[in-house]
């Protein structure tokens, strides 16, 4: 650098100092300068998200003695920079989390340690306002928050780090000796076998255990978000009949998302799902399922199944129960199976006794030429009536009501989403409404016109409708 225009204040004899130099006698030395910048400040809340909305909430508390490391680019290396500990704002009676740095111009990211409190980060770049979201993206690992660059008089007090409790699944590996998808009392657990859960929609693996000596796990510290679980299943052994009974005693690998694979789970803050469960068989299953399905259509009920492989099968049927019912019966109807395959085979039957509403649960019974037999996972059908939805004003230009009336209990979700699918606001989640008529409001005061998609998903059933903002 050019000594006539730099600034030689580097600390190395203490604050506010340059290094040591040398004068002789008669030499003089006009270099020497000293240039200062605005502090910028970094900062500023962490806070417990009381709601599980995502966003920071003016009732919602923050979170005090928790190390804030502020990571800044030193030539292309980071390196942390300082340390904060969150606490009272100066200045006021009792707001909580807070923190801030006094920087120089430069690049920088925050990093908050969080200890083993059972909480996980909140969603990042939830709705349109940087003074509420949180900004714990995971960019530069975990905890982390993208990077940024600041410049002298400038301030960066928008960053946030919000968090909840975390979900968690487990339960149980045992090995199924009479192959019928059934955690029977005297089977033997398997120990050693690790479980890994992924995130459904990036396929990245989220968590990672280990049965022990009783075939048990637990994935702990899980985040919002679709998931589903890996299992590893030993050599010479499969994973049996999947979703064959009650979530309490079943299996529930049945390769969704590929080999050994679950269903999508959709985990929420504080839940704890203890159901998830795999069946392993020695030898290979006499059909190796690929999927089953069950749907209304013109007020009769297609089950539908295919399956990758058969041995030695003869038949199907297909078996019926009501939700209050403990007992499945058969559907008139049996199914002849191909047999002996090593293709891909479609089957479906009609049940056409479908009048009643409620909820009903099905299951296909597959039986071998020697009168042994297996089941396939359960599916279901929720028969409800109609449901019925409607919305205004809409344009709006600034609150639309929706009104829902359904034609029994149900759990109702309502969230707005712009043009780029980011999610703008929760107006109620998995909220539980009464059969008959309720008014939600669709509060857009502070959204920026323009045109929104609002998705309501009743009971896992979602339909969406366009919301147009006006000035």
Same mark, same amino acid.
């Given at each position: 650098?050019?000594?006539?225009?730099?600034?030689?204040?580097?600390?190395?004899?203490?604050?506010?100092?340059?290094?040591?130099?040398? !004068?002789?006698?008669?030499?003089?030395?006009?270099?020497?300068?000293?240039?200062?910048?605005?502090?910028?400040?970094?900062?500023?809340?962490?806070?417990?998200?009381?709601?599980?909305?995502?966003?920071?909430?003016?009732?919602?508390?923050?979170?005090?003695? !928790?190390?804030?490391?502020?990571?800044?680019?030193?030539?292309?290396?980071?390196?942390?920079?300082?340390?904060?500990?969150?606490?009272?704002?100066?200045?006021?009676?009792?707001?909580?989390?807070?923190?801030?740095?006094?920087?120089?111009?430069?690049?920088?990211?925050?990093?908050?340690?969080?200890?083993?409190?059972?909480?996980?980060?909140?969603?990042?770049?939830?709705?349109?306002?940087?003074?509420?979201?949180?900004?714990?993206?995971?960019?530069?690992?975990?905890?982390?928050?993208?990077?940024?660059?600041?410049?002298?008089?400038?301030?960066?007090?928008?960053?946030?780090?919000?968090?909840?409790?975390?979900?968690?699944?487990?339960?149980?590996?045992?090995?199924?000796?009479?192959?019928?998808?059934?955690?029977?009392?005297?089977?033997?657990?398997?120990?050693?076998?690790?479980?890994?859960?992924?995130?459904?929609?990036?396929?990245?693996?989220?968590?990672?255990?280990?049965?022990?000596?009783?075939?048990?796990?637990?994935?702990?510290?899980?985040?919002?978000?679709?998931?589903?679980?890996?299992?590893?299943?030993?050599?010479?052994?499969?994973?049996?009949?999947?979703?064959?009974?009650?979530?309490?005693?079943?299996?529930?690998?049945?390769?969704?998302?590929?080999?050994?694979?679950?269903?999508?789970?959709?985990?929420?803050?504080?839940?704890?799902?203890?159901?998830?469960?795999?069946?392993?068989?020695?030898?290979?299953?006499?059909?190796?399922?690929?999927?089953?399905?069950?749907?209304?259509?013109?007020?009769?009920?297609?089950?539908?199944? +295919?399956?990758?492989?058969?041995?030695?099968?003869?038949?199907?049927?297909?078996?019926?129960?009501?939700?209050?019912?403990?007992?499945?019966?058969?559907?008139?109807?049996?199914?002849?199976?191909?047999?002996?395959?090593?293709?891909?085979?479609?089957?479906?039957?009609?049940?056409?006794?479908?009048?009643?509403?409620?909820?009903?649960?099905?299951?296909?019974?597959?039986?071998?030429?020697?009168?042994?037999?297996?089941?396939?996972?359960?599916?279901?059908?929720?028969?409800?009536?109609?449901?019925?939805? +409607? !919305?205004?004003?809409?344009?709006?230009?600034?609150?639309?009501? !929706?009104?829902?009336?359904?034609?029994?209990?149900?759990?109702?979700?309502?969230?707005?989403?712009?043009?780029?699918?980011?999610?703008?606001?929760?107006?109620?989640?998995?909220?539980?409404?009464?059969?008959?008529?309720?008014?939600?409001?669709?509060?857009?005061?502070?959204?920026?016109?323009?045109?929104?998609?609002?998705?309501?998903?009743?009971?896992?059933?979602?339909?969406?409708?366009?919301?147009?903002?006006?000035?």
């Amino acid at each position: 650098p050019n000594a006539t225009i730099n600034s030689d204040v580097d600390g190395t004899n203490g604050p506010n100092t340059t290094a040591t130099f040398t !004068l002789l006698p008669g030499q003089n030395d006009l270099t020497r300068d000293a240039g200062y910048y605005i502090c910028i400040p970094i900062g500023d809340l962490v806070w417990y998200d009381i709601n599980k909305n995502d966003v920071w909430d003016t009732n919602e508390n923050g979170i005090n003695g !928790l190390a804030v490391n502020l990571w800044k680019n030193i030539s292309g290396t980071w390196v942390i920079w300082d340390t904060k500990y969150t606490g009272i704002k100066p200045g006021t009676p009792s707001d909580d989390g807070y923190f801030n740095f006094c920087v120089a111009p430069g690049q920088y990211y925050i990093e908050v340690i969080m200890p083993p409190l059972g909480l996980v980060r909140a969603r990042p770049n939830i709705g349109n306002n940087e003074e509420f979201d949180s900004d714990i993206t995971n960019a530069n690992g975990v905890g982390t928050s993208a990077s940024f660059t600041v410049t002298s008089g400038q301030k960066k007090n928008d960053l946030g780090a919000g968090y909840y409790p975390m979900a968690v699944v487990g339960n149980l590996v045992w090995q199924d000796d009479n192959q019928n998808g059934i955690q029977d009392e005297d089977e033997p657990k398997v120990a050693g076998l690790t479980v890994q859960a992924f995130d459904a929609n990036s396929n990245v693996m989220v968590a990672e255990a280990v049965t022990d000596g009783e075939g048990k796990y637990k994935l702990d510290y899980l985040e919002r978000a679709d998931i589903y679980l890996k299992f590893e299943v030993p050599s010479g052994y499969s994973a049996t009949t999947a979703r064959a009974a009650d979530d309490a005693v079943d299996s529930d690998v049945d390769h969704t998302y590929g080999l050994n694979t679950t269903r999508m789970f959709a985990m929420r803050s504080g839940m704890i799902n203890e159901n998830v469960d795999l069946g392993i068989a020695f030898g290979v299953l006499p059909v190796e399922w690929l999927d089953v399905n069950a749907i209304r259509v013109n007020n009769i009920h297609q089950v539908t199944w +295919s399956t990758a492989k058969e041995v030695n099968v003869d038949y199907y049927v297909v078996e019926r129960k009501y939700a209050n019912e403990n007992v499945f019966t058969q559907i008139p109807g049996k199914v002849i199976a191909k047999g002996n395959t090593n293709n891909t085979s479609k089957y479906n039957l009609v049940d056409n006794d479908v009048a009643l509403t409620g909820l009903y649960i099905y299951r296909v019974k597959q039986v071998d030429f020697d009168g042994k037999f297996t089941y396939s996972k359960l599916v279901s059908v929720q028969h409800k009536g109609e449901n019925e939805m +409607s !919305l205004y004003p809409n344009p709006t230009k600034g609150e639309s009501s !929706l009104d829902i009336t359904l034609s029994s209990d149900a759990k109702v979700s309502i969230e707005i989403y712009d043009n780029s699918s980011k999610l703008v606001r929760v107006i109620t989640n998995e909220a539980y409404q009464a059969e008959g008529h309720k008014a939600y409001l669709i509060n857009l005061n502070d959204i920026l016109a323009g045109v929104y998609n609002l998705k309501v998903t009743i009971d896992g059933v979602v339909t969406q409708k366009k919301i147009i903002k006006i000035e």
